[in-house]
């Protein structure tokens, strides 16, 4: 148990350095914050007990004041007074009364004091207000009992019961002393009270702490960590790339910076041995030239030994073949052996196989009789075809004649049509006259229009002077009148006077009617004029519709020879389209000529293959025949390839024999090599010390090699 | 019988030429022709321009100038019961019924004519023919049958004394 504690307080400081940082900061915030704990509890005890101790001291002083009479007058009250005040307050442990000289009046209470000591004794010794007690440590107050002055006026002789104090502290005689002694359990609650209250305070230093440790830490601890990879760079070898990784400018920062120098003036020394060891390297390396040189002809040397030793090795190997090729053979036979068995195998199926292509042959034969039946099918589409070619040709030639046809009917058409073209111009050329004369009509029509009216205006004229002989014939009418009445009133001297008048009257009545007259002549020939202007009129807008359907009709012409241009045009594309056509079509019966004589070709083929497939049956037939021919010769093969495994098998025996006189050559030959070797041997210590020296140069290149290596680890800048 | 008939014509037409004549004034009013003794009428004259009247009856038409005399105009179709006269072409003839000269107006004036009093036939009697009264007779003369108007009694003694005591009547 302790050592595991220890353990896990220990773990934390075996990390690393950021980790050590933590764990101490850790330990110091819970040192902190609990000695902060310790201390406000303190503190809040203090306080707690002086504010205790005062309210309890200002009751002794009340209670003391109270007592004063009754330790003068009436000393069993005191027991009754101090029985009160120890039901009254648990916390008080003794109430004591003494007197003056110190003598206990009274006492009670459940304190027990160790034997050796007393209150008495306490109290004298007691310098500050705790004592100690059998309850623990408890307060002892102290209140004194003074006389209570009477009132200065002294009314009544009464006893007053101001405090002494404010009265008239000077003259107060002392009677005696009130001793209280108060537990200090009020003082156990406010010990749980603070305790939650301490662990509050200690949680919220541990976390602000942690916080701000944490940040700290890890603020002082980064440079530690560029630090750390440049380091474990520059132990990989790589000296390259240490630049503005950390660009602050406290002292961490600036040791990064200077590492930063040291790792670029390290690569610039690791360049320059490199280059020495190039120069040594170099060196080294004519060294070993030389050595080779020397060391090729004590190898010529060596060279002649070693070919008397290739010979006899090349004797042994020659043996080694032998036995080689004996064994080779002795494997041949069994493989030879094996194979006759497969081919035993092989037989049999090539038996079952030929049975199989027996049924397959039977197969292709069907299959062939209805492909002459699908031959035959052929010919006869082949046939109609060529019926079908015939028809296309007749066909053709029909077509060929229509065509021709056509080209005539074009040239017939082409010839209607340029005659339609004149007709038209001409058409056009008698519209533009006709339109021409209706015009002129129309000009002479207006000048009739004119005349004709001045004549109706004329015969208006007439008509208005005709109604002022008509006036002019009534007034005179009248006169006559009024005439003959006067005559007749004039009696027998009038009647010569009347006859005038009857005269005038009569003159008048006649004019009259002659007037009349000429008025009905003059209306009918202004009847006359209307209607001729009427006339006129309706006959000059039927020469306007003349103008305008001549109009018309030229417009008409024109289109007409428009279309009669176009349509010459198109009857001239006709016929360069037609002879086109028949050029075509005579391609086409010649083709379709072609096609005929393919179309024979093609049946006489269908009738030769038709033939051929008959004799395609015939063959397979034959082949059939010859596939059960085969399958009796294959299981008479069988029979025979058992007698050539006995055979090899008395084969196998007789190689296994050669072989054994072989391996007894091969063991002499050996002792041959043996001898040998012992010569070569004597040539290879010549070698030997040439070798050393050589060896001595390759293990100096060797070294150069590996600085040169070790160097090429480092990741320099060039 | 018939024979006496015919004598007492020719009798009577022996006789006409000693009786005395009598000079008319025809005047045609709608279809029908009516005639005025020329004694009762002073002249004729054409429509001039009418002045009209208020709170007159119909037959009045109102009061014309004649060379500055004021002159009642009475349309004598209208008083017969035919409806107006057309004022373009009808004429007036004036005519003197009493002291006081008054127009008529006519649709138009015929002729002026000669008979013989004997000519004369009395207008016919018919019953309830008190508006006949103005009637003196029927003559023929060649196609036309003219009735003889009686200037006097053309208007009742009542219309003639109201048209004539008008303030605007001449003489006043």
């Known amino acids: 148990m302790n050592k595991g504690l220890a353990g896990l307080v220990a773990a934390p400081l075996r990390g690393s350095i950021k980790n050590q940082l933590m764990a101490m900061l850790g330990i110091l915030l819970l040192v902190g914050s609990s000695v902060l704990a310790v201390v406000f509890y303190l503190q809040a005890r203090s306080v707690a007990l002086s504010q205790m101790e005062n309210s309890y001291r200002s009751l002794g002083d009340t209670v003391a004041s109270l007592s004063a009479y009754d330790i003068q007058f009436n000393r069993s009250n005191l027991k009754n007074t101090a029985a009160a005040m120890l039901k009254a307050d648990p916390n008080l442990l003794w109430v004591e009364y003494a007197d003056a000289k110190g003598k206990v009046l009274e006492s009670g209470g459940t304190l027990k004091l160790p034997p050796t000591q007393n209150l008495t004794a306490l109290v004298q010794r007691a310098s500050e207000s705790l004592v100690a007690s059998s309850a623990g440590q408890a307060l002892l107050v102290r209140a004194p009992i003074v006389q209570a002055q009477a009132a200065p006026t002294g009314s009544t002789g009464e006893l007053g019961f101001e405090p002494s104090a404010q009265a008239a502290p000077a003259r107060a005689a002392s009677l005696g002393e009130l001793r209280l002694v108060v537990g200090l359990s009020p003082l156990a609650q406010l010990r749980r009270g603070y305790l939650g209250f301490g662990l509050l305070v200690v949680l919220l230093t541990l976390l602000v702490g942690a916080a701000v440790s944490v940040a700290m830490v890890r603020y002082l601890m980064a440079p530690l960590g560029v630090l750390t990879g440049y380091a474990s760079e520059v132990a990989g070898g790589k000296l390259t790339g240490f630049r503005g990784r950390m660009t602050r400018q406290d002292e961490l920062g600036r040791l990064v910076a200077s590492f930063e120098g040291m790792a670029g003036n390290l690569s610039q020394m690791i360049r320059k041995i490199r280059d020495a060891f190039r120069r040594v390297e170099e060196g080294t390396q004519s060294v070993s030239r030389h050595l080779n040189a020397t060391l090729a002809n004590t190898q010529n040397q060596e060279t002649s030994t070693h070919q008397v030793q290739g010979q006899v090795d090349s004797i042994q190997k020659a043996v080694q073949q032998v036995s080689r090729l004996m064994e080779d053979l002795s494997q041949l036979a069994e493989e030879v052996s094996s194979s006759v068995l497969e081919m035993i195998a092989s037989i049999d199926e090539i038996a079952a196989n030929t049975e199989g292509l027996n049924g397959a042959v039977n197969t292709v034969a069907s299959t062939l009789s209805q492909n002459v039946a699908g031959i035959r099918q052929i010919d006869s589409s082949a046939e109609t075809l060529n019926t079908f070619v015939e028809e296309t040709s007749a066909a053709m030639n029909e077509m060929e004649s229509s065509i021709r046809q056509i080209e005539e009917n074009a040239i017939a058409t082409r010839k209607a049509t340029e005659l339609v073209a004149s007709e038209a111009l001409a058409g056009n050329q008698s519209a533009q006259h006709s339109n021409e004369t209706i015009q002129k009509l129309q000009v002479s029509f207006e000048a009739t229009t004119g005349v004709m009216k001045l004549l109706g205006q004329r015969s208006e004229e007439v008509g208005n002077i005709l109604q002022v002989i008509d006036e002019v014939m009534e007034q005179t009418h009248l006169l006559a009148l009024n005439a003959a009445i006067i005559a007749a009133q004039a009696g027998e001297h009038g009647k010569a006077f009347a006859v005038v008048a009857q005269e005038i009257k009569e003159l008048a009545g006649k004019t009259s009617v002659s007037t009349r007259e000429i008025a009905g002549l003059i209306d009918a020939v202004q009847h006359d004029v209307r209607r001729a202007v009427e006339t006129v009129n309706s006959q000059r807008s039927l020469v306007d519709n003349s103008v305008a359907v001549t109009g018309e009709t030229r417009k008409t012409f024109d289109r007409i020879q428009g279309a009669v241009r176009t349509s010459l045009q198109m009857v001239q594309e006709i016929a360069r389209a037609t002879t086109e056509q028949a050029k075509g079509a005579m391609g086409i019966v010649r083709s379709t000529e072609k096609l005929r004589d393919l179309a024979q070709h093609l049946r006489r083929g269908t009738k030769e293959q038709s033939l051929g497939s008959q004799q395609i049956i015939e063959a397979m037939d034959r082949i059939r025949s010859l596939s059960e021919e085969m399958k009796r010769a294959t299981s008479e093969q069988s029979e025979g390839s058992a007698l050539i495994r006995q055979a090899m098998d008395r084969l196998t025996a007789a190689v296994a024999e050669v072989l054994a006189q072989n391996q007894a050559q091969g063991q002499a030959s050996k002792e041959v090599e043996r001898v040998m070797a012992d010569f070569a041997s004597a040539g290879r210590s010549n070698l030997a010390s040439i070798r050393e020296a050589t060896g001595q140069v390759d293990s100096l290149s060797q070294r150069a090699e590996e600085v040169a290596r070790v160097i090429s680890q480092f990741q320099i800048e060039e | ?172």
Request: charged share 25%; hydrophobic share 45%.
């Open chain 2, 1 to 172: 019988m018939a024979q006496f008939a015919t004598s007492l014509f020719h009798f009577k037409k022996e006789h006409a030429e000693e009786a005395p004549e009598r000079t008319f004034l025809g005047f045609a009013v709608g279809d029908q022709s009516y005639a005025l003794d020329v004694a009762a009428v002073r002249e004729i004259l054409r429509i001039p321009r009418i002045y009209s009247l208020p709170k007159v009856p119909v037959f009045v038409k109102g009061l014309v100038d004649l060379r500055g005399e004021i002159l009642p105009l009475m349309d004598l179709k209208e008083r017969l019961g035919l409806g107006g006269v057309d004022a373009k072409k009808g004429r007036i003839v004036v005519m003197l019924p009493g002291a006081k000269p008054l127009g008529l107006l006519v649709d138009a004036v015929l002729e002026v004519f000669r008979v013989r009093a004997d000519d004369i036939k009395p207008s016919p009697e018919m019953p309830a023919s008190e508006n006949l009264e103005f009637l003196e007779g029927i003559v023929k003369v060649g196609e036309n049958l003219y009735m003889l108007l009686k200037a006097r009694d053309l208007l009742t003694p009542q219309e003639l004394k109201a048209l004539v005591r008008q303030p605007w009547a001449p003489g006043r």
